[in-house]
T-cell receptor, first 111, second 110 residues
Framework: GENVEQHPSTLSVQEGDSAVIKCTYS??????FPWYKQELGKRPQLIID?????GEKKDQRIAVTLNKTAKHFSLHITETQPEDSAVYFC??????????FGKGTMLLVSP | NAGVTQTPKFRVLKTGQSMTLLCAQD?????MYWYRQDPGMGLRLIHY???????AKGEVPDGYNVSRLKKQNFLLGLESAAPSQTSVYFC?????????FGSGTRLTVV
């Protein structure tokens, strides 16, 4: 089955800096890669996703890049703000099958 | 449009007791899932369903059973609760893209 590794497990940045979270996956058949943000005590919420026919996708301060050859994808957050502090999860799936999640990255943005 | 609704939100069980967690979605999604979330472990799939009347095992199915008698509902049962099942349980549904999660059930087994 699919295995998703996520790094780093914790990330501390200053407000205004950029943050990058990286994930690798094992199943070359995986073709859908979403990212979720989970605030303390809340449910995970989808923030951005990318499919394997696209190399990069942007949505305001958030971008995701995908390297199918190397089987890794990354989340980039620019101009970080304190409200970006949360746990971020990457995930991967093939077709309509189940999502396999990484173990999460706790992002702390200090004012 | 409530999305995905989980009940109850909190529960404390004694070892050996049984309970059922209910997940309901009003988005007409075919796919539904039960995950558990433990510190440092991320989200691990317990069971899932690809349509009414179907269920399948995920990564950590032992000690749990599920049923999908109606398309909008997905039930997770614990027949004999153990302290190792203390966790936060999330239900999710999916139509084609990402999951929509419920707000979670915090279960403590003492």
């Amino acid at each position: 089955g699919e295995n998703v590794e996520q790094h780093p497990s914790t990330l501390s940045v200053q407000e205004g800096d950029s943050a990058v979270i990286k994930c690798t996956y094992s199943d070359s058949a995986s073709n859908y890669f979403p990212w979720y943000k989970q605030e303390l005590g809340k449910r995970p919420q989808l923030i951005i996703d990318i499919r394997s026919n696209v190399g990069e996708k942007k949505d305001q301060r958030i971008a995701v890049t995908l390297n199918k050859t190397a089987k890794h994808f990354s989340l980039h957050i620019t101009e970080t703000q304190p409200e970006d502090s949360a746990v971020y999860f990457c995930a991967a799936s093939s077709g309509y099958s189940t999502l396999t999640f990484g173990k999460g990255t706790m992002l702390l943005v200090s004012p | 449009n409530a999305g995905v609704t989980q009940t109850p939100k909190f529960r404390v069980l004694k070892t050996g007791q049984s309970m059922t967690l209910l997940c309901a979605q009003d988005m007409n999604h075919e796919y539904m899932y039960w995950y558990r979330q433990d510190p440092g472990m991320g989200l691990r799939l317990i069971h899932y369903s690809v349509g009414e009347g179907t269920t399948a095992k995920g990564e950590v199915p032992d000690g749990y059973n599920v049923s999908r008698l109606k398309k909008q509902n997905f039930l997770l049962g614990l027949e004999s609760a153990a302290p190792s099942q203390t966790s936060v349980y999330f239900c999710a549904s999916r139509s084609g893209g990402g999951y929509t999660f419920g707000s979670g059930t915090r279960l403590t087994v003492v």
